[in-house]
Nanobody
């Protein structure tokens, strides 16, 4: 089992910045992927950014150049630096951890979510 605890959400004016953090605890493998997803009302949950334990990253086209994902493997923490925020970025942001080393295929765990609200 893996527990994910997010922090750093809040309200900000358009053009502002926020930094999300997510700490993973529990039975964690050193080879894994952590990422951030978001879900706005009426929309499906979508990938924002992900990073492997080796440092490879993947971003949604809508956030490229504005958001940056990073991680501290020693602390099992992933960060999402969000700059130049737009009202369209308003959503609940969820942290995700996944690995495929448990003999059950891809195992995925989610945080409880943190609200990000961007007003114009």
């Amino acid at each position: 089992q893996v527990r994910l605890v997010e922090s750093g959400g809040g309200s900000v004016l358009a053009g502002g910045s926020l930094r999300l953090s997510c700490v993973a605890s529990g039975y964690i493998f050193s080879i894994n992927t952590m990422g951030w997803y978001r879900q706005a009302p009426g929309n499906e949950r979508e990938l924002v950014a992900a990073i492997t334990s080796g440092g490879n990253t993947n971003y949604a086209n809508s956030v490229k150049g504005r958001f940056s994902i990073s991680r501290d493997n020693a602390d099992n923490t992933v960060y999402l630096q969000m700059n130049s925020l737009e009202p369209e970025d308003t959503a609940v942001y969820y942290c995700q951890y996944s690995d495929d080393l448990r003999g059950v295929g891809l195992a995925t765990y989610w945080g409880q979510g943190t609200q990000v609200t961007v007003s114009s």
